[in-house]
C-alpha cells in the first residue's frame, strides 16, 4: 500500500510560480503528475523516473520542472509562467507492480 500526499496548490497571478510537492510513504518507481482542468479529464503532464529520467507534454515543456529526493519519498513540480489555462486540480501517480495509486489532489488556479 502506497499512500501519496499533495500540497502546494493555491491562487496565483498570470505569470506566477507555484511548486507542488507529492510525498509517498514509501519509496516509490516512477512517478507522474496529472492534471484536471474544470469539466475536463484527468490528463498526464509530466513524469520521472527512478533514475530521473524525465518526461514531459508539450504544453508544459520548457515551463513545468519534475524533480525528486528519493531520500525523502518527494517529488516535485515546479510551475513557473502559470497561465489560466493551468488552472485544474493536480495529481501525482505510481504504480507497484498491478497495483495504481493516487493522491488526493491540489488545487492551482491562476488568474488572469
Known amino acids: 500500500q502506497v499512500q501519496l500526499v499533495e500540497s502546494g496548490g493555491g491562487l496565483v497571478q498570470t505569470g506566477g510560480s507555484l511548486t507542488l510537492s507529492c510525498v509517498a510513504s514509501t519509496s516509490i518507481s516512477t512517478v507522474r503528475w496529472y492534471r484536471r482542468a474544470p469539466g475536463r479529464s484527468r490528463v498526464f503532464i509530466a513524469q520521472i523516473s527512478p533514475t530521473g529520467v524525465k518526461r514531459y507534454i508539450d504544453l508544459v515543456s520548457g515551463r513545468f520542472t519534475i524533480s525528486r529526493d528519493s531520500a525523502k519519498n518527494t517529488v516535485y513540480l515546479q510551475m513557473n509562467d502559470l497561465r489560466p489555462e493551468d488552472t485544474a486540480v493536480y495529481y501525482c501517480?505510481?504504480?507497484?507492480?498491478?497495483?495504481?495509486?493516487w493522491g488526493q489532489g491540489t488545487q492551482v488556479t491562476v488568474s488572469s
Open positions: 501517480n505510481t504504480r507497484s507492480g498491478a497495483l495504481e495509486y
